[in-house]
């Protein structure tokens, strides 16, 4: 079975630019989450989408936004980057979204040069 | 304020030294407490689930207990490879997911 794809694995990026990251959950999960990991931060949850529907979101600027498409994959877009969104992202598959375990693929390390 | 506090930040075992790593909750509601290992520049891999206090989960050297406000991970005679950042999460009633900042484990041969 296979686990959460995501894609790139690593990009690199100038200010002011856009970057658009893919996930693609376990198959058969229909929630997808984001979150930015940082070595001061930690995890900090970004959004949750669960059947297209953004149902719950983190404390990020708007600049931050995601979406998710009928066949559960997800996007995250991030606009006008900035030196302080270089950070690991993650993204989680969850069954539904009630379901209490999470599932992570190996992140896309974003720097931002 | 939910929060997940991990204890401690670094921890340095001799191989074979039996330790524990702590993590200490304050949420609305628990739905359950979670157990990840994270390798450097990659997503952490799930370990465990615990629903309730008294609850205990084991597997290979690790072994998670539950209180009604912290879990420990106890790892007997660790190996070098199980030299990683162990991380701590909580569901809520709310269904948000909390981490904890982690405990980074370095096992010397």
């Known amino acids: 079975k296979a686990g959460v794809t995501q894609t790139p694995r690593y990009l690199i990026k100038t200010r002011g630019q856009q970057v658009t990251l893919s996930c693609s959950p376990i198959?058969?999960?229909?929630?997808v989450s984001w979150y930015q990991q940082t070595p001061g931060q930690g995890l900090q949850f970004l959004f949750e989408?669960?059947?297209?529907?953004?149902?719950n979101k983190g404390n990020f600027p708007g600049r931050f936004s995601g979406r998710q498409f009928s066949n559960s994959r997800s996007e995250m877009n991030v606009s006008t980057l900035e030196l302080g969104d270089s950070a690991l992202y993650l993204c989680?598959?969850?069954?539904?979204?009630?379901?209490?375990?999470?599932?992570f693929g190996q992140g896309t390390r974003l720097t931002v040069v | 304020e939910d929060q997940v506090t991990q204890s401690p930040e670094a921890l340095r075992l001799q191989e074979g030294e039996s330790s524990s790593l702590n993590c200490s909750y304050t949420?609305?509601?628990?739905?359950?407490l979670f157990w990840y290992r994270q390798d450097p520049g990659k997503g952490p891999e799930f370990l465990f689930t615990?629903?309730?206090a008294g609850e205990e989960k084991e597997k290979e050297r690790l072994k998670a207990t539950l209180t009604k406000k912290e879990s420990f991970l106890h790892i007997t005679a660790p190996k070098p490879e199980d030299s990683a950042t162990y991380l701590c999460?909580?569901?809520?009633?709310?269904?948000?997911?909390?981490f904890g900042t982690g405990t980074r484990l370095t096992v010397i041969p």
């Open positions: 989680a598959s969850s069954l539904t979204a009630a379901a209490l375990e999470a599932f």
């Open positions: 198959s058969g999960h229909r929630s």
């Open positions: 989408y669960f059947s297209e529907t953004q149902r």
């Open positions: 949420v609305s509601g628990l739905r359950g």
């Open positions: 615990l629903y309730s």
């Open positions: 999460a909580v569901r809520t009633g709310a269904n948000n997911l909390f």
